[in-house]
């Protein structure tokens, strides 16, 4: 891709390259909750429009390339549930960008790796060490902060921790079948899983609980799905998948954590002072900061490695 052969041209490759261009799709990304904000439609609309759209452009770009996407038909369905997953992540990030700010949807979306450590245990059948539950009890202490103050976006933060909870077990998911197929065509699978799960949902969603027909999207509307589709949900999701190769699930849900200083910093350039919040959310934000960077610290320090070599594996 054009963006790694620039890297490797600044003297970024292997690991480091893959880093590089792991941190730039993130502060991409962590102006999702912006441009979802700007768009009038439902979640589920909008989670229906882009990936319908990401699945027929995803299709076009495999068959132009001969990409070869037969795989295995556990893996397909496996790749397709992952989709299922994602649609649901994408629904409550909308929720929770509609229900708050940016600020509070990215700190909530940075709880993923809190659920990584306590997830991957579960599915690799391996005791969370000291360092796991502890850091777990300080993230869910510095949430205990921010609601503890009469906080007034708790459903928009309560979305995005459960948003969190799914992007956790999608990137476990994902990475063991990374370096198994090429990064489109798991993401074709996928795309098509979330397409399917939306295009099942939005009738019964339409009638029950908007109580309203498809809503028609406004030119801006399709302008910034488009943009949801083809930069986020091909590129940037493919690219991140990609970085699996060489990168573990807790890295790559780690590294996710900068977002919130990212999308923070835009935001407030986009909507000012209404993204600035109280002592307590920032007290618990710090906490949550703290107990995820508490973990790699302590490996590197004491040498506890173990969710690491173990994510390693699964690749």
Known sequence: MALETLLNKF?????????????????CSSMIPIINIYITLSSVEIVFLRTLIATSIVLCIILYKKIKIKVKMSHIVMLVFTGLLTAIYWVLFV??????????????????PIWVSFIYPLVSKKKPTFTEVMTGLSALFGVYMIFSSGFAYSEGMFAAILAAFFAAVVTILTSKYSKKYHYLVITFYQMCGAFAATSMFLPYFLKYISKASFHTPTSLDILLIIILAIVFSIIAYSSIVKVM?????????LANNVSPIYGGFIAYIFFGESELMDIYFYGGAFMIAFAILAMPLA???????????SSSTTT
């Open 11 to 27: 003297g970024f490759k292997g690991e480091k390259a893959a880093y590089a261009e792991l941190h730039f799709w993130i502060m």
């Open 95 to 112: 929720i929770a960008a509609k229900k708050s700010n940016t600020s509070v949807t990215l700190v909530g979306i940075a709880t993923t």
């Open 245 to 253: 190769k060489n990168i573990t699930p807790f890295s790559v849900s």
């Open 299 to 309: 490996r590197y320090f004491f040498k506890l490695d173990e969710l690491d070599d």
